[in-house]
């Protein structure tokens, strides 16, 4: 089953996905509201609402407000070695907020107080029902289902401090979506790949995180309960522009296009934000 949320005249509603169109989950607001129903599966089964052509729909992010997003730092084995670190015991973790967000087709706000801007592409899980402390083993059952995310972040930010928040939660500047895809129609090892102006920065297998999407859900379930709703970002891969040599950062007018095969492409022009003052 694929899931999304669209954008109508009328505000935003959730929809399943049917071959090439978008059907309205009736009175369903988005697919974070539909996760909260226990019985969310059966309720996208008997959407009979309005149509879309999914090609021509206007996309909101595929879980527009989520009460907690939390990111995953170096756990891609191949990035961890081009950043000069050693494997790490235990997941380094960050927070998003729900501002940052934005839809598969959205552009990206390149901020006036940052000049390095930097695309990490990564897959995202989705929580289906609250989870505390669970089990590994148990954890796939909290999972409702994948997604694509970019975690745009302004490296100049980033490194101000130890602390890697101030970099990672610009607003308008975290592509995600373009559906919700459930784990019956998704298996880790699928490619995962960026590219800037069609030109190819990162590609690696899904399956070379160093914690999985159970190890995820057990481990931060422990710490605190996640809820239907909520995201994991899981790292992203090497091939970011600010370990290159020279560094490369996303300027004005590029294509940023985020895909994973099996769940969809982003596709968000970069779009330089002019400040209060008037400058560039």
């Known amino acids: 089953m694929k ?69 995953v730092g170096l756990n891609y084995r191949n990035h961890i070695k081009e950043m000069g670190r050693e494997l790490p015991e235990f997941p380094t973790l960050f927070a998003k907020y729900p501002e940052a967000l934005i839809g598969p087709r959205d552009d990206i706000e390149l901020p006036a107080e940052s000049d390095q801007v930097d695309w990490e592409a990564e897959l995202a899980v989705v929580i289906g029902k609250p989870a505390r402390r669970v089990s590994e083993a148990a954890a796939a059952d909290h999972i409702a289902g994948y997604a694509v995310l970019n975690d745009v972040t302004m490296r100049d930010y980033q490194y101000r401090t130890p602390q890697w928040f101030q970099g990672k939660t610009w607003e308008n500047s975290t592509p995600f979506g373009p559906y919700l895809v459930t784990p019956d129609e998704f298996a880790l090892g699928a490619i995962l790949r960026g590219q800037v102006d069609g030109r190819t920065v990162q590609e690696v297998p899904t399956s070379d995180l160093v914690f999985s999407p159970a190890q995820l859900v057990a481990y931060i379930s422990t710490i605190f309960t996640l809820q239907p709703g909520d995201v994991i970002a899981t790292g992203t891969p090497g091939g970011v522009g600010h370990a290159r040599k020279p560094a490369e950062y996303l300027s004005h007018g590029n294509l940023l296009s985020t895909s994973i095969d099996g769940l969809g492409k982003l596709q968000n022009r970069a779009v330089k934000v002019v400040d209060h003052a008037g400058a560039n």
């Not at 009328?10 to 399943?16: E, I, K, L, Q, R």
């Not at 996905?17 to 539909?34: N, S, T, Y």
């Not at 226990?38 to 309720?43: A, C, G, H, R, T």
């Open 3 to 71: 899931l999304a949320t669209i954008r109508t005249v009328s505000g935003t509603s959730a929809a399943v996905v049917r071959g090439d169109e978008l059907i309205e989950i009736a009175g369903v607001p988005d697919v974070g509201a539909l996760l909260a129903a226990p019985d969310w599966q059966s309720v996208a089964t008997a959407a009979d609402g309005a149509r879309h052509q999914a090609a021509a729909a206007d996309l909101a992010p595929v879980v527009p407000h989520p009460g907690k997003i939390v990111c």
